[in-house]
């Protein structure tokens, strides 16, 4: 039985090739049946997001297996088998338990340290489980997986740091304020980076959420997610006074919020402090604003600075977790090692039961027709001891005549001799 892991990911191959290769969740189940159809194929998982496509298989060596499965992943998806092959990478056995381990635990992810690829594996995980048949190891591979990604983000600094621009906005709105649940946010936009940070928001707590938009329709689909109100961008000066927050990012050619709304916005809030992190590139607050007592402005450059020293930290971090993967991988494949052998101790075990049982069941037939149970009793011990030891002492034996000390040490060790 061999373990293997084989994909392309946005460090091998574009997205081009990267969508053509999804499988997508109303297809896998038709994918894993024609997947395991193969007669070497034992069990799979099948990873895809939009960064990866990747087979976890277990699989019987038999003739040219990678060339097999590559011919099949290039037959499901009508590929040109030179357009994957220079993209695609293959682990066995020790790599590929320690590349799962990787991906599960953010090391090898688009962003380092990223969490929701956790979330995915574990998806891939179930959904290709369900009605489709696993091999033991295969199974125990993933579930060591995710009790390892557990412990990399328990022991140490990998996600503690923000890395993108909606997280470390949030990050930043956490520094200053020391607890959210009693702020009031004005989101400017309705794009995707408002999205992430409305929803970094909605875990925080947040007191109150208005979202400023030109298209309301759009900002209403986010504010009834994370429980906002929708305003319009004309409201924004006369709103503007209630955000003690204000995170901007719109594709404007123009500022939005300029000096003067800001002046008026403090003077209402008595000089309370407003915190205004500008996220739009050309930028929505006017610079000046930085200006003004009371008012604190950060640019995206801002953010940029903060999220550099923060992927230094992951970068320390995943050192750490490198070593966790390694000691851990180096755990599993003993493990897997040890349960190689188990058919052979099983085998073992069963046949000394048997010399075992036949040997008892004649010693009770003798009690039972009067002999005399010292000598029956020091009979079967005799002829137990000679059954047990006969075939270790012909492997001894041979050993000696062949000289082959190594094998020699090998049997007096197992059978416990110094």
Known sequence: MTLLAL?????????ALRERVTFSPDTLDKALESLLSQPMVQGGVVLSTCNRTELYLSVEEEGNLQESLIRWLCDYHQLNEEDLRNSLYWHQDNDA????MRVASGLDSLILGEPQILGQVKKAFADSSRGHLHASELERMFQKSFSVAKRVR????????????????????????????????????AGETIELVARHLREHRVKKMLIANRTRERAQLLADEVGAE???????????????????????????????????????????????VD????????????????AYLY?????????????????????????????????????????SVSETIRDYRSQASQVRDELTARALAALQQGGDAEAIMQDLARKLTNRL???PT?????????????????????????
């Not at 994909?7 to 997205?15: E, W």
């Not at 996220?279 to 009371?294: F, G, M, T, W």
């Not at 992927?311 to 851990?328: D, F, G, H, L, P």
């Not at 094998?407 to 110094?418: A, M, Q, T, V, W």
């Open 154 to 189: 328990t022991e140490t600094d990998i996600g503690a740091s923000a890395v993108s621009v909606a997280f470390a906005a949030c990050t930043l709105a956490r520094q200053i304020f020391e607890s959210l649940s009693s702020v009031t946010v004005l989101l400017v936009g």
């Open 279 to 294: 996220i739009a590139v050309p930028r929505d607050v006017e610079p000046d604003v930085s200006k003004l007592a009371n």
């Open 389 to 391: 030891i006969h075939t």
């Open 7 to 15: 994909g392309i990911n946005h460090k091998t191959a574009p997205v």
């Open 97 to 100: 338990v320690s590349h799962l």
């Open 299 to 339: 640019s995206v450059d801002d953010l940029q600075n903060i999220i550099q020293h923060n992927m230094a930290q992951r970068q320390a971090a995943a050192q750490q977790a490198e070593t966790i993967v390694e000691q851990e991988t180096s755990e599993f494949m003993a493990w897997l090692r040890a349960q």
């Open 230 to 276: 929708v305003i319009a961008l004309s409201d924004v000066d006369e709103r503007l006074k209630e955000a003690d927050i204000i995170i901007s990012s719109t594709a404007s050619p123009l500022p939005i919020i300029g000096k003067g709304m800001v002046e008026r916005a403090l003077k209402a809030r008595r000089n309370q402090p407003m915190l205004l």
């Open 394 to 418: 012909k492997s001894l034996q041979q050993a000696a005549r062949d000289g082959d000390d190594e094998r020699l040490n090998i049997l007096r060790d197992s059978l416990g001799l110094e």
